[in-house]
């Protein structure tokens, strides 16, 4: 521990003979650890907790196809129609497939990311509209 201590106030010192350098060390590693912080903080929000809003988030479960190398295939519609009227164990079934659309009015288009979604989506993850309503099934 006496060493420790030794090598503690060499460091110092050295830093305070180089004010420069000591400021680049500052910097360096107030931008790796705000990065780190920044990081980590998204992989917990993004992909370690639960989604908001959703009723039962430890029952979902998402069914995927698969090719002959078990490589994940999307279902195709007619396939989750098939799932959806054949179904006796889940308490509902989904379909949703994200895309890359284009949007806007007049001028150029922007190219925005969306999700098509099946009728009864809202009400089986059990989420509520903020404003308004969702959408009804038949629709």
Known sequence: METFGQDLRYSLRMLMKRPGFSLVVVITLALGIGANATIF??????????LPGI??????VEIWGATRNNS???VSHLDYLDFRDGNDVLSGLVAHQVMPLNF?????PERVWAAVVSGNYFDVLGVKA?????FLPER
């Open 72 to 74: 994940a295939l999307s």
């Open 41 to 50: 903080t998204w992989i917990k929000a993004v992909l370690l907790e639960t």
């Open 55 to 60: 009723a039962r988030p430890d029952e979902l």
């Open 104 to 108: 806007g009015r007049g001028g150029k």
């Open 130 to 134: 903020a404003i308004g309503r969702t």
